[in-house]
């Protein structure tokens, strides 16, 4: 009776850890399809949101803002980046942080701002619900964003 009852949990165990690997993996690949059709393919991208979706661009810079599923297509991708990164940005994925529902990318960006070269690095927090993307925060060098994209200097304070 007792290895019958230890059998049950362990194979109630495995069946849990098999089903969150599997959902962690599901997460990933969704993940990667949005970062392959994002600014070549909105809708397709659009898609892959949760209704209650929302993106946080993190930090306390101009272009810091929060967008919800809508305007994270037609404000942040439609009319703020290319503002301020008109020649796009080359996203290279260096690792991929996988917490099941929470997912974390570290990201190398290369870019031209308007004041020169913006290679940021980036932190980006994903929360999966349901197969969709509920929530992205994209943390990065602020004090890079508003010198290299809006022409801000830094001064000594004496």
């Given at each position: 009776?007792?290895?019958?009852?230890?059998?049950?949990?362990?194979?109630?165990?495995?069946?849990?850890?098999?089903?969150?690997?599997?959902?962690?993996?599901?997460?990933?690949?969704i993940?990667?399809?949005f970062?392959?059709?994002v600014?070549?393919?909105?809708?397709?991208?659009?898609?892959?949101?949760?209704?209650?979706?929302?993106?946080?661009?993190?930090?306390?810079?101009?272009?810091?803002?929060?967008?919800?599923?809508?305007?994270?297509?037609?404000?942040?991708?439609?009319?703020?980046?290319?503002?301020?990164l008109?020649?796009?940005?080359?996203?290279?994925?260096?690792?991929?942080?996988?917490?099941?529902?929470d997912?974390?990318?570290?990201?190398?960006?290369?870019?031209?701002?308007?004041?020169?070269?913006?290679?940021?690095?980036?932190?980006?927090?994903?929360?999966?619900?349901?197969?969709q993307?509920?929530?992205?925060?994209?943390?990065?060098?602020?004090?890079?964003?508003?010198?290299?994209?809006?022409?801000?200097?830094?001064?000594?304070?004496?």
């Amino acid at each position: 009776m007792k290895a019958l009852l230890l059998l049950a949990l362990a194979l109630t165990w495995s069946s849990t850890s098999l089903a969150e690997e599997s959902e962690a993996r599901s997460n990933i690949e969704i993940i990667d399809k949005f970062f392959a059709t994002v600014f070549s393919d909105t809708a397709e991208a659009k898609s892959l949101l949760h209704d209650d979706f929302s993106f946080q661009f993190m930090g306390i810079c101009t272009i810091c803002k929060s967008y919800n599923k809508e305007t994270f297509i037609t404000e942040w991708l439609g009319k703020d980046l290319p503002a301020v990164l008109p020649t796009g940005v080359d996203l290279e994925i260096v690792r991929k942080i996988d917490g099941g529902s929470d997912v974390v990318y570290i990201v190398k960006g290369k870019a031209r701002g308007i004041n020169g070269s913006y290679n940021n690095n980036y932190a980006m927090v994903f929360t999966m619900e349901g197969g969709q993307i509920l929530d992205f925060q994209e943390y990065h060098s602020d004090l890079l964003a508003e010198t290299r994209l809006y022409k801000k200097k830094i001064v000594d304070i004496e």
